[in-house]
């Protein structure tokens, strides 16, 4: 029963998400939530200027229905109780959606490719994050204890446990947004990784776990029909924020989570080389990559949207299946 609940999970989302895009997108258009495309960034990034955006908001909604559908069955079968960690991990994603759709508006309203300013966004992602291992621990989802991957050996940080927790939480969610900066990546990669959680959640036994893995991947599938190159839509920080929620609640739903920094490794590489070049300019006036994140870097290099799209999503899947080894 738990496999067909999650394949069926996985086309309804899917079908949803496509559904939905086909009617936004042209609200958006008329409501003219176009992106706002930096003078810095790639010239040929340009004619990009005016696709909608926040087109995140379809699988938002799609995820919603399919859990309301979804869940309502695994409670009656299993009990409210054991959805709690479920419902949780979703709130913590739409939260984070919230701030992404805040973010948004702030930019439309400016008329320019700039929202919060990042300390506000990240207060606001602390307090979410917050929130989510606060219940989480108070519903009994959560403990001190860190699993460490490969070592396969668990220490009881106490309160340092939740600033590790905190900082990975925010990190990841930042670093998903971070790489949705190229038609299709950030949903290529994402589906890759929840691919990799699905496997991971049925193999530990959390069938809660694998649901939320099938909502990723039927997520962005269903985004990737509008928004593989060329996109006809952008899912903005909307989605990205709600895509980083889900993948980084899903390490803690399987207790495991350090794992997303290996699973997720195109991410973790997106916010250093952030942080890489931000510093290298600081420190000694010069850059270290042609333009950050890297894969601006590598379109700055003449590599095409769809060979980065190809080149991070394979190293992904191989860096998700080291991680299986670490389970």
């Not at 700055?300 to 299986?324: N, Q, R, Y």
Request: glycine share 10%; proline share 3%.
């Amino acid at each position: 029963m738990e496999i067909v609940i999650f394949v069926v999970s996985i086309i309804l989302n899917f079908t949803l998400t496509a559904l939905i895009l086909r009617f936004l997108i042209p609200a958006l258009k008329s409501l003219k939530m176009g992106q706002k495309i930096l003078d810095i960034g790639p010239r040929w990034h340009k004619s990009k200027e005016g696709t909608p955006t926040m087109g995140g908001l379809s699988f938002i909604a799609a995820c919603v229905l399919t859990t309301a559908v979804t869940v309502t069955f695994m409670a009656l079968r299993d009990g409210p109780e054991s959805c709690t960690a479920l419902l949780l991990t979703l709130a913590m994603a739409l939260a984070n959606g919230a701030i992404g759709v805040f973010d948004d508006m702030v930019k439309f309203s400016r008329k320019r490719n700039e929202g919060l300013r990042a300390s506000h966004k990240y207060m606001l992602q602390l307090l979410v994050a917050g929130l989510y291992l606060f219940y989480m621990q108070m519903t009994g989802n959560l403990s001190t204890e860190l699993y460490i991957p490969f070592v396969g050996m668990t220490f009881d940080l106490g309160i340092w446990y939740y600033v590790i927790a905190l900082l990975v939480l925010t990190g990841i969610v930042n670093s998903v947004n971070l790489a949705d900066g190229v038609d299709g990546l950030v949903a290529s990669e994402t589906t890759v990784v929840g691919i990799f959680f699905a496997s991971a959640a049925f193999y530990m036994g959390n069938f809660h776990a694998a649901f939320v893995a099938a909502l990723v991947i039927g997520a962005c599938l269903g985004f990737l029909t509008y928004n593989f190159p060329p996109a006809r839509v952008f899912m903005g920080d909307t989605g990205s924020l709600f895509l980083g929620g889900m993948v980084s609640g899903l390490a803690f739903m399987l207790n495991n989570p350090l794992i997303i920094l290996l699973a997720g490794i195109m991410y973790v590489v997106e916010s250093a080389s952030v942080i890489i070049q931000v510093t290298s300019f600081k420190l000694t006036g010069k850059r270290v990559f042609k333009m950050s994140p890297i894969h601006h870097h590598f379109e700055m290099c003449g590599w095409s949207e769809l060979k980065i799209d190809g080149v991070f999503t394979l190293i992904t899947a191989l860096a998700c299946t080291a991680a299986w080894f670490g389970l």
